[in-house]
């Protein structure tokens, strides 16, 4: 099988987003992803991502002690969640990229940089970014 990774090309969400329509029109499974159907399969790929950190308790950055087959174990992990997410997207038809691209702008404005450093309280009430001691984020 001719990989991704062979190739010249940039890893872009549009790219995800095309490999993982082609995928299921070659299968026929376009009547297996509907919303909903997608949605529990990304939740399900979520519990299996965290079954991964499941009972180790915090693990330093980077995860120096992980065993290669650990981290690969990982990264499929975290490809399904990410794979399905794109998909589900697309079926709705989210540009994911730009909607997140806007969420980015849409949490800078609650959180603004100045009042937020070092707090990672949750924003309540809009107080612009002012600490507060409801909770903790
Ligand atoms: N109807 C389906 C089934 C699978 N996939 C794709 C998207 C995911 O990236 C991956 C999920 O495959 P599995 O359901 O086999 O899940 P795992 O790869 O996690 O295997 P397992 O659940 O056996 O650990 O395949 C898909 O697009 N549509």
């Not at 690969?72 to 038809?93: A, K, N, T, W």
């Not at 100045?114 to 600490?131: A, R, W």
Request: proline share 4%.
């Amino acid at each position: 099988m001719k990989g991704v990774l062979e190739g010249e090309e940039s890893v872009t969400l549009d790219l995800l987003r095309h490999k993982m329509a082609e995928f299921a029109k070659e299968r026929d499974w376009e009547q297996f992803h509907s919303p909903r159907n997608l949605l529990l399969a990304l939740v399900g790929e979520v519990g299996e991502l965290s079954e991964i950190f499941q009972w180790k308790g915090e693990v330093p950055k980077g995860l120096p002690d992980w065993g290669e087959e650990e981290k690969e174990h990982l990264g499929e992990e975290l490809s399904d969640v990410l794979l399905y997410l794109v998909r589900l997207s697309d079926i709705c038809g989210i540009d994911l990229g730009k909607a997140a691209l806007r969420k980015i702008e849409l949490n800078a404005l609650k959180y603004p940089a100045g009042p937020c450093k070092c707090s990672s309280k949750k924003h309540k009430n809009n107080n612009n970014g002012k600490k507060n001691n409801d909770s903790e984020g």
